[in-house]
Every structure is written in C-alpha cells, then in structure tokens.
C-alpha cells in the first residue's frame, strides 16, 4: 500500500499568458518496500489556466493529468515553455510536469551527489531504485497527495467515487515504458492514458533492441548524408583530425576528458528528430569550417559539440539508459556487444582515408547507445566507471510489465506510434500494443520521435480525435 508524499512546499505565480504555475515538494520514500532507508524530496511544476489574474482565490477543480517525461534521467522545463502545454490546458485539464526521481530538482543525481552516499557498492543499490517502476510509485503517493484524499464535495463528480480519485497520465518517449508500468501496477489510479512514441518491447533484455537500432540509424544517416552529400567528406576530416594522436587530441571543458572521434559520432543522437539533420549539419559544417580555416577546432566549436550532448549533466541517461530495459536479466553492455555485427559503426583511420564515392567506407554516426568508451571521454562519466560497470552487471532487475494485467487492461490507452521512429522500434512497439487490450493507436510515416515538440497540434489532435471516437 502507497501513502501519500508529504507535502513540503507549494507555492504559485503567474505567467504570461495566463496561466498559474504552482512549484510542489513533496517527500517520499527511496524505497517503498524498506521506508526505513530514508527519504527523496521530489519536485513538480502544475499548471492552469486563470480567467482572471487578480482572481486569488483558486478556480473549480480541474481534471488532473500528470506529464512523464523521456529520458531516462530527463528533467521536465517549465509549463510554460512546453510547446504542449496550452493544447492538453485547452481540453480542460491541470497539468503536473514531474521531474522524476535523481532529475532536475528531485534529489538529482550527478557524481558529486552520489558520492556522498558512500562507496561504490552503495552508489549502485542507491541507484537501482531510480528506475520506472518507483518512478510510477512516486506518482501514486503524488496521486493520493493531491487528489485521493480530496473531499467529495470539491470534484466535479460530487461523489465519492473512485473515478474521481483518478487523474490522467501522458508519457513521451521513456515516459511512455513509466505509463505502461503504471497500467501494470497501478491501473486504479489512471483514468486515461496518452503515450507518444513510447511503448516499450516485450524483452527482458535490450540486446533485440540495439539490434534492431543500429539497422533504424544507418537509414538516418543515409537519408543524412543523401541531405547533405557533401558532409561525406567533411565528417571523414573531422574524424582523421581526432584520430591522430589517438583520442586525445582535442580537450574538452574541464580538461578532464576529450573529444574523441566516437564521443563526436554520438552526435548522432541529433537524427532522431524533426530538424536534426539540420542541427548535425550546422555542427558537422561549424567543425570542418574550422578544420579549413585555422587546423583545429576553436573553443566555441568544441563547446558547441559538448552543449548538444547530454550525457555529462544528466548522467542518468547513462547510467539506466540500458538497465531501463531489463527485467531479472543485465544488460552488460548490450550496444557494444553488438558492434561487432555492426562493424561500420566503429571509426578507424580505414574509413577516414577512404574516397567520397566509396559508400561502403562512409563514416556513420551513432544513435541513442551507449557504450563503455564514453567513460573515458566525459568528464563526469568518467567519475562514475566503478558505478557504472556495476550497474551494467546488475542481473536481479525486478520486473516492470504485467502482462496479465495488461491483456486485460481496462483504462483507455491512446498512443501515437511513428513508423520511422529512431530511438524506440515500430515493430516491437506493435507487438507491445497488442498486448493492452483496448489500446487504441496512431500510426503514421510522417513524424518522428520528437513529433509532441515539433508537430504539436497534429499529434496530440490525433490521439484526442481516438479519444473522442470521431474516427469512423
């Protein structure tokens, strides 16, 4: 049985546009089951809209629903610059962007903080409780904080019914695996469910997952490369520029780690979205320019490489990023296991002297994998690589799916699955969905994995529409 979180603070201001944002904390245990191991203070944001901004008094009650967002290890930006938030505030609801537990300001995690939890083996079963299934936890106790215990006479049911209790729960990317979680585990709680680009494989481990990812990100690159043909040879120059004194020859900021030719390649990552080939473009241009004109990569170069990868200032991404897929299986470095059935993934001084018509030798970008090597070159990683091995050796993962539960789910499930989806695989996203009775999906060709950001209005106008049943 989840109690309720502690309410430490609740505090609300305007903001342009009309709306009140209110900043929550709330306590709540580390460990559900051991409450005696201490506490996590954990912090969202909720926003409404105000019809009148001298109006103090608060507004009728509103429908709940509560934001989850990717990642793992992602923290949430302020209502008010989420370019969702206005569509979901339209319908009628509150919102309640949570920063999930170790992000943002929700006892967040980076290696400073961790050490303070003492050595290395400690650090990695603090770590283990920071996963899907105590993040769903976490929003019960929030649930039951601001909506459980609320007097009838206050909801717009005017009963004492459980509906009323229930709020809604919306999950981009990672937080659509916390939605299907909670649907396992907490059904009760959830009135609706709205995920986008996030339903999680049938696995237990991520190694069908990487396989499948590596085939998803060569097409991107190729679509990448066919954009912008002439970025063949500029990233080859690049890549035999920060291999020539093996991966040591370009610092980054700190001094403590460096801009290796596989740390670049991550860049990568930047494929999976709307404009992100333009992104990559503009770094892969802004380097090479540098390379023609001074021999080496200027600091702002190099900074602009280091501010679009987040690896070092959510290292939670890192840490979980494979484990967030197992299930009393490790993950053991899957990405990486898997390069050697992927070998034109790895840069070599090969594939750096090779022409621009050679298409089989053309330099390739990685995608949203990890890999060991990233210790070397990241600063903050690079604290963090005891923690890090252990974690990737963790075999007791407890389970985050029910599948009974989910073959007979009752809750609407509306999801929006892309076909050309980058980070979370169409297939095995359909192979999920079959498994939740009465899901309803849209499938569409047209967007990517970042579609609630860059087509908005579209996406979420097509998961209201199965919503409100006026498809045919």
């Given at each position: 049985m989840i109690q309720a979180a502690k309410i430490l603070e609740q505090r609300s201001h305007l903001v342009p546009g009309k709306l009140r944002i209110t900043e929550h904390f709330f306590q709540v245990p580390r460990d559900y089951k051991n409450p005696s191991l201490g506490n996590l203070t954990l912090f969202a944001r909720s926003a409404r809209k105000v019809e009148n901004h001298l109006e103090k008094a608060p507004e009728k009650p509103l429908p709940w629903l509560v934001y989850l967002q990717g990642g793992p290890g992602f923290e949430c930006a302020s209502p008010e610059k989420?370019?969702?938030i206005n569509f979901v505030l339209n319908k009628g609801?509150?919102?309640?962007?949570?920063?999930?537990?170790?992000?943002?300001?929700?006892?967040?995690?980076?290696?400073?903080?961790?050490?303070?939890?003492?050595?290395?083996?400690?650090?990695?079963?603090?770590?283990?409780?920071f996963r899907a299934d105590n993040i769903v936890r976490d929003c019960e106790a929030i649930r039951k904080a601001l909506i459980a215990d609320v007097s009838p006479s206050s909801t717009d049911a005017g009963d004492d019914s459980e509906e009323s209790k229930k709020w809604s729960i919306m999950g981009q990317?990672?937080?659509?695996?916390?939605c299907t979680t909670y649907l396992s585990f907490y059904p009760e709680g959830v009135k609706e469910a709205f995920i986008l680009g996030g339903l999680p494989p049938v696995r237990d481990t991520p190694d069908d997952v990487y396989a499948r990812t590596y085939g998803r990100v060569r097409r991107r690159n190729e679509a990448y490369y066919a954009k912008y043909p002439e970025?063949?040879?500029?990233?080859?120059?690049?890549v035999k520029f920060l291999t020539r004194f093996g991966d040591t020859t370009v610092r980054v900021q700190g001094g403590e780690g460096y801009l290796s030719a596989r740390r670049f390649l991550l860049l990568g990552l930047q494929l999976y979205g709307h404009g992100?080939?333009?992104?990559?473009?503009?770094?892969?241009?802004?380097?090479?320019?540098?390379?023609?004109?001074?021999?080496?990569?200027?600091?702002?170069?190099?900074?602009?490489?280091?501010?679009?990868?987040s690896w070092d200032t959510n290292v939670l991404?890192?840490?979980?990023?494979?484990?967030?897929?197992?299930?009393?299986?490790?993950?053991?470095?899957?990405?990486?296991r898997l390069l050697a059935a992927n070998p034109d993934f790895i840069p070599s001084d090969q594939h750096a002297s090779t022409t621009a018509t050679d298409d089989a030798k053309t330099v390739l970008f990685t995608g949203e994998m990890i890999y060991p090597h990233m210790f070397e070159s990241f600063p903050e990683l690079?604290?963090?690589?005891?923690?890090?091995?252990?974690?990737?050796?963790?075999?007791?993962?407890?389970?985050?799916?029910?599948?009974?539960?989910?073959?007979?789910?009752e809750v609407p499930v509306y999801a929006a699955v892309y076909m050309d989806d980058m980070c979370v695989d169409y297939d095995l996203s359909m192979e999920r969905a079959a498994g939740i009775k009465g899901i309803k999906t849209f499938v569409t060709n047209t967007m990517y994995h970042n579609a609630l950001r860059a087509k908005t209005e579209e996406v979420l106008g097509q998961l209201w529409r199965l919503k409100e049943d006026v498809i045919d």
């Open positions: 989420q370019p969702w609801y509150q919102v309640l962007t949570l920063d999930q537990r170790g992000t943002g300001f929700s006892t967040a995690i980076s290696q400073s903080s961790l050490q303070l939890r003492g050595d290395e083996k400690v650090q990695t079963e603090y770590l283990k409780a990317s990672f937080g659509g695996f916390c970025d063949v040879d500029r990233v080859r120059r690049i992100g080939m333009d992104i990559l473009h503009d770094l892969v241009l802004r380097a090479d320019t540098d390379l023609t004109s001074f021999g080496h990569l200027t600091r702002p170069t190099v900074l602009a490489i280091e501010h679009a990868q991404y890192f840490l979980l990023h494979e484990p967030c897929y197992c299930q009393n299986a490790a993950a053991n470095w899957s990405a990486d690079k604290k963090m690589q005891l923690v890090g091995e252990a974690l990737a050796k963790v075999d007791d993962w407890p389970r985050l799916y029910d599948e009974e539960q989910l073959a007979k789910n």
